[in-house]
């Protein structure tokens, strides 16, 4: 049992995660100006969930952190607050204790002091306070004022006692009603805003639709409400209960103080079909539904009733009841004049049944998009795994059984559409895995914010390829070597602003964070502005703590490679940032581990770019399939310039090992693969009998690699080595073609690149 | 270890290499395949063979003789791959002819004296088995002697090596 809970909890988690990632987003565009309703609405919703999920699973401080911060941003959503940048500022703080709130109801951090943002919320909200006097949008409550004279009009006025009774789905726009009359009844509203009686009766079908009306109680308590009678009239015998099926209704009330639509949004997840009346109570009377002739006073007493506006959080939702209920005025006339003299005192906002018909296929649609764009499901990655593999072992047998028919058996229709269907199901399931690396990059921009607020840096960030796609366990893995690169870059990178000045470069430092995919490799570059490695200080303090010896002779990149040593920092003093001499070090070895490497490129004064090279495990690479002393390799196709069939005399060599190849003009140097990789010499075979493609790599320019043949061009699969085994330098991978065969996947970067040992990884496991 | 048996009792799989006889536990195995040339990598240690496509995913193939410091196997009719699992990696180890699948007892087995197989860390003990494929091969009457290989010492070792 406590392990299901544990599963749960565990999915709140990562729901918590998505819901930060899309508020942070939705913050960001509108601290960029982006105000939108739908943006605005996407980071309500966010926090909404998490403030429900936590309700549920009982984080109290998280509860009511995300409440208070909910609050303001429904203000916003409604329009009450304007979103000014200082506003958005207070929700972007808040925006960050909220994630520490969650990691705190993780477990994995201390609980935050919300203390200052909380006050700065509270403040927000009590700054609109001030603008609220202002009637906001008064157009449709002015009959209200003169509630007996009714005509037939948009809304549908109806006795009290009507509440109770079912309501078909309905939403509207209760709020702006509410606020009005009650500065309408400004002397007789007590400094003590009467209660509110909150009925809710969740439909039949409510569990099975996954709307736990307990939930929804527990959110109204947590307002501060208390449950003053439940409605057992539906409850069958015992022997007819179905226990998929609500029966009970619930009479709450709520404390008067709450404003209407924070109660209103307890309903947002409500199941479709419910019941939700929520009604101010008449003075004294803790009894709406039997009101007295009235006093003055009572008369102008909000009642809003409102039939379940699941969709009140989509901002689709308000205009397209309203448009019903003003093109279908007929909303229940006869019982309004019937009782009107004593449903005086009540205002009944919505309508009954036939003027919320015509809106209910709409609404019905606009919830499947919602829920369309909600649907999805948690897989174990392993799962995946296995029917990737599975694929591509359909895939070869396909092949394998294709050969094996005659030639007028495969051109048959049947083969080349079960081939098809594998193709796609193939791709189908790659794309599964594949995520845009967004998601890594999406918790940088609050890391920003922090560090420019300890270290008073001010630092502009620039994202680039934000929707390459990489593998989703390479995301999960880069999130914290791209932490400490960000913060290596603010800490170490950028300098002071005076420094700044002096060398006559902007205040505001720039980081530049990109991605992008060049053949098996995804390279993940940060980029700062700052003032470079100082060579000098790194090979010194590399020196004092005995990383090299003082003698050492050291080439710039061996320097500046040496801030990725385990156990090296130059930070004079211990920040709360980095300096504590493990950043950049768990940079590489993380990164390694992943069967990447971390390239470093540093001009003095100029600024700093680290690089993950990453690889992209399990995605698709377009490449050739060429042959080296007769065993197939995969040249990825990124990399490919030209092919060459020699002339004799156009490779000539060089020294005793190298060789070159005249292309127009130019020379170009040729390697020989099979050299490279130690593989059966053949050195014997001449030019004339290879082949020479010309391929192009970052840091070696255009060089040509000399091969047997090709013998294809397709897309493979890419499987990573280390899985089993562990990186090896020059290979990008390997595949399974189409025989079962393997072939290996030639990472050209590290093969024509600066020369290295081909084995420098370190080595695990059995076949290590 | 399987539920069904008794918990001082295990199954293991026996093979020749060379003229040893060794086991490994059954749990690790995953499954025994026929000699396939593996396709060669660059720039590994000569006893890694290669690699080999188990069922969509790319697994070494380790020649195990070699690995053991010995000289290499002959590839012949028989020669098989034990895959096995250790720690979530799969490996391949080419074997000279797999014997049996037997049951002993843990107090069956004896620790292992300092044989001379290059690391002797990477044998767990000895233990006597009455397995039919090898008496008939060997005509020995009380049981073959088999070493058992320890196959976590034989990940570990290595990495101690490198570290050195």
């Known amino acids: ?768 | 270890m399987s539920s069904t048996q008794a918990s001082d009792e295990r199954k293991i799989v026996t093979f020749s290499l060379g003229e040893q006889i060794f086991g490994i536990d059954m749990a690790s195995l995953i499954e025994i395949r026929e000699w396939d040339e593996p396709t060669p990598l660059p720039g590994v240690p000569s006893y890694i063979k290669g690699v080999t496509n188990l069922r969509g995913t790319v697994v070494p193939v380790v020649g195990l003789a070699e690995r053991l410091g010995w000289t290499p196997s002959r590839i012949h009719a028989r020669s098989c791959i034990l895959v096995v699992n250790v720690d979530g990696k799969q490996a391949g180890f080419l074997v000279d002819e797999v014997a049996d699948i037997v049951l002993i007892k843990d107090s069956e087995i004896r620790p292992a004296p300092d044989v001379e197989v290059g690391e002797p860390s990477v044998i767990a003990g000895l233990v006597k088995t009455t397995s039919r494929t090898i008496e008939a091969a060997q005509g020995s009457a009380d049981g073959i002697m088999v070493l058992l290989l320890d196959l976590d010492a034989l990940a570990l070792t290595r990495q101690l090596d490198l570290a050195a």
């Open chain 1, 1 to 768: 049992m406590s392990d299901d809970l544990d599963d749960i909890q565990a999915i709140f988690f990562e729901e918590c995660a998505e819901g930060l990632a899309t508020a942070e987003a939705g913050l960001s565009a509108m601290a960029d100006g982006d105000v939108s309703a739908g943006t605005i609405a996407g980071v309500f919703r966010a926090v909404h969930s998490i403030k429900g999920g936590a309700g549920a699973f009982g984080h109290a401080a998280l509860t009511a952190f995300s409440h208070r911060f909910e609050n303001v941003l429904d203000e916003v959503r409604a329009g009450r607050i304007e979103p000014t940048p200082g506003v958005t500022r207070v929700m972007l703080t808040a925006f960050d204790v909220l994630a520490d709130h969650v990691a705190a109801a993780q477990g994995t951090s201390p609980l935050p002091n919300d203390a200052a943002v909380a006050a700065a919320l509270d403040q927000v909200l009590a700054d609109r306070g001030v603008a609220e006097a202002a009637p906001v949008a008064p157009a449709p409550v002015a009959p209200a004022s003169e509630p007996v004279a009714v005509e037939p009009d948009p809304f549908g006025f109806e006795p009290v006692t009507a509440i109770v009774e079912p309501f078909d789905p309905f939403g509207f726009e209760p709020v702006t009603v509410t606020l009005d009359l009650l500065d309408d009844a400004g002397p007789v509203v007590a400094d003590e805003p009467l209660p509110w009686t909150v009925t809710f009766v969740p439909s039949d079908a409510a569990l099975a639709n996954g709307g736990e009306p307990m939930l929804i109680v527990r959110e109204l308590e947590m307002l501060g409400g208390t449950i003053t009678g439940v409605d057992l009239s539906r409850l069958p015998s015992l022997r007819d209960l179905e226990p998929e099926h609500a029966y009970l209704g619930w009479t709450i009330s709520v404390p008067g103080t709450v404003d209407e639509s924070a109660i209103g949004e307890c309903f947002d997840f409500v199941a479709p079909e419910s019941i939700v009346d929520i009604v101010r109570d008449v003075a004294g009377d803790a009894a709406p539904a039997m009101p007295s002739p009235a006093p003055a006073a009572v008369e102008i007493a909000p009642v809003v009733a409102m039939t379940v506006p699941t969709l009140i959080a989509t901002p689709l939702a308000a205009p397209a009841p309203a448009a019903a209920a003003a093109t279908t005025p007929v909303a229940a006339p006869a019982s309004v004049s019937a009782t009107a003299p004593v449903a005086a005192p009540v205002i009944a906002m919505p309508v009954a049944a036939p003027a919320a018909r015509p809106a209910r296929p709409d609404e019905a649609e606009a919830q499947r998009t919602h829920e369309v764009a909600a649907q999805t499901i948690r897989v174990d990655l392993t799962k995946l795994d296995m029917l990737l593999n599975l694929v591509g072992e359909l895939v070869i047998r396909g092949s394998i059984l294709a050969d094996r028919l005659s030639p007028k058996d495969q051109e048959r229709v049947e083969l080349p559409q079960l081939s098809r269907l594998t193709r796609e199901i193939q791709d189908t399931v790659m794309s599964l895995r594949a995520q845009p690396i967004k998601q890594a990059f999406s918790r940088v921009p609050r890391m920003l914010r922090d560090l420019s607020a300890e270290t008073g840096k001010q630092v502009i960030l620039e994202t680039t390829g934000e929707t390459t796609e990489v593998d989703k366990g390479v995301i999960e893995k880069i999130g914290d070597p791209l932490t400490h690169m960000i913060r290596n870059a603010v800490d170490h990178g950028i300098e002071s602003a005076e420094k700044r000045l002096a060398a006559g470069k902007p205040v505001q430092g720039t980081i530049k964070l990109s991605a992008e995919q060049k053949g098996a490799r995804i390279f993940v570059r940060v980029a700062d502005d700052g003032g470079g490695i100082d060579r000098a200080r790194v090979r010194a303090k590399a020196v004092e703590k005995g990383i090299v010896a003082a003698d050492a002779v050291l080439t710039d990149e061996e320097i500046d490679q040496l801030i990725c040593a385990p156990g090296f920092s130059t930070a004079e003093t211990i920040s709360n940032i980095s300096g504590r001499g493990v950043g950049m070090d768990v940079v590489r070895s993380n990164v390694e581990a992943l069967g990447g490497r971390v390239e470093i490129a540093s001009v003095p004064g100029k600024g700093t770019t680290f690089t993950m090279v990453l690889p992209l495990t399990l995605a698709i690479l377009e490449g050739m399939i060429v042959r080296l002393a007769g065993q197939r390799f995969v040249l990825p196709l990124a990399n490919v310039i030209e092919t060459v069939q020699p002339e004799p005399g156009q490779v000539r060599p060089t020294t005793t090992t190298g060789e070159v190849i005249e292309l127009r003009g130019n020379y170009l140097p040729v390697r020989r693969l099979t050299r490279t990789f130690g593989f059966a010499d053949n050195d014997a075979q001449t030019p004339e009998e290879s082949l020479v493609i010309i391929v192009e790599s970052e840091t070696a320019g255009h060089v040509g690699l000399m091969v047997d043949t090709i013998d294809d061009r397709r897309e493979v699969v890419i499987k990573s080595l280390d899985q089993n085994l562990h990186p090896i330098r020059g290979l990008g991978g390997a595949t399974i073609l189409g025989d079962g065969s393997i072939a290996l996947i030639l990472d050209i970067e590290a093969l024509v690149g600066p020369s290295a040992p081909l084995t420098r990884y370190p080595q695990k496991g059995l076949a290590a």
